[in-house]
């Protein structure tokens, strides 16, 4: 395992670059993200262990990140201060590009995986903008009317848009309908509705109070499959073509789950970060091995003593290395495998 310091800053997110398996990028906030200023770490990964290969401070906290689908040496950031700030590596201390239209902290930014020229971005003050890094004002303002968390493109589309908000909603829009229907929103799921698997029993399968919902993410071989967590502990898959509830619930967190992550190597696994200082890896049990099998918890790194809060996938060599980063002031990189039992 690698580690490094982010003195004096708690992590919040941490990226590996689509275009460098050697290159990390971490959101970090003074004080917890209360107060304070923010920093963007560009990390660079060495046979001397990982060094800083540059950072840029913001006037306030960093909430979350997303490279650039377009450009190896762009990065944006969600700052706690309404605004999405463009940074470019080859420039030095500020940015090359903001916005600000948010009138709340920005929680997340999402940039489209398929089309490569818009990105998307949540705040508190509960609207989903669409933006594009070469315009000034954003696309287009889709109201959530609750304090929208995360949201994010799928990966399989370049006009569907997932978002989840503290109303314990999961929601689905598709930026290809009349805006004028219902502002684009063809799907709406509660989070908190009890489990549709009846092959097997499970203990977590509800039903359930609702809940905020902190983060979720797409399936990157199943297209329709949409893993979600948030406030109560529990790790759900959706299938959006049963419009209803669950799928699989992944229950095993102490406490509140703060980021999860699908596999790019495995269709069946995702990491997860929590508030319980632990990230863990799972299966949901869809492989044909493990039809109707229930999901479970396959593999627990501890390391980390602080709440976890941010956690990627290498998307290059070997399909275990990860990164994770926490309050602790801590950046790990780790091989997902070691620990597995075995």
């Known amino acids: 395992m690698l580690e490094y310091r982010t003195q004096g800053f708690n992590g919040y997110a941490v990226k590996y670059s689509p275009f460098f398996d050697s ?6 906030s003074q004080h917890y ?3 304070g200023n923010g920093r963007l770490y560009i990390l660079g990964l060495t046979p001397k262990g990982i060094e800083a290969e540059k950072w840029f401070d913001t006037q306030d906290s960093l909430y ?6 377009s450009h190896e040496n762009q990065v944006l950031v969600a700052a706690g201060d309404g605004s999405i700030k463009l940074f470019d590596i080859g420039f030095d201390d500020f940015p090359i590009q903001s916005w600000k239209e948010h009138n709340r902290e920005v929680f997340s930014v999402h940039w489209n995986l398929v089309a490569k020229d818009t990105f998307c971005s949540s705040s508190w003050d509960g609207t989903i903008k669409v933006w594009s890094p070469t315009r000034s004002p954003s696309l287009l303002t889709i109201p959530t009317h609750s304090c929208t968390y995360s949201t994010a493109f799928s990966p399989h589309s370049p006009s569907l848009l997932t978002a989840v908000s503290s109303d314990s909603h999961l929601r689905l829009f598709d930026l290809r309908t009349p805006s004028s229907a219902s502002n684009h929103l063809v799907l709406t799921i509660p989070i908190h509705a009890p489990s549709t698997n009846t092959t097997s029993p499970n203990p977590a399968a509800g039903p359930f109070p609702p809940n905020e919902a902190l983060t979720h993410d797409w399936n990157k071989y199943r297209e329709n499959v949409v893993a979600v967590a948030g406030v109560d502990r529990l790790i759900r898959t959706f299938d959006l073509r049963a419009q209803q509830g669950p799928t699989k619930v992944l229950a095993g967190h102490d406490y509140a789950v703060r980021r999860v992550a699908w596999s790019p190597h495995l269709s ?4 997860s970060a929590s508030y319980d200082m632990t990230c863990r890896v799972w299966t949901d049990g869809s492989n044909e091995k493990e039809i109707g099998v229930a ?3 396959i593999g627990r790194m501890g390391v980390h003593t602080e709440f976890v809060c941010g956690v990627d996938w290498c998307l290059f060599g070997a399909e275990g290395w990860a990164a994770s980063t926490g309050w602790d002031e801590r950046v790990c990189v780790w091989d997902v495998r070691e620990f597995m039992p075995r």
């Open 64 to 69: 979350d990140l997303s490279w650039s689908e």
């Open 23 to 28: 290159r990390i990028a971490v959101a970090a």
């Open 295 to 297: 999901g479970r918890e």
């Open 33 to 35: 993200g209360l107060v």
């Open 268 to 271: 069946n696994t995702l990491l």
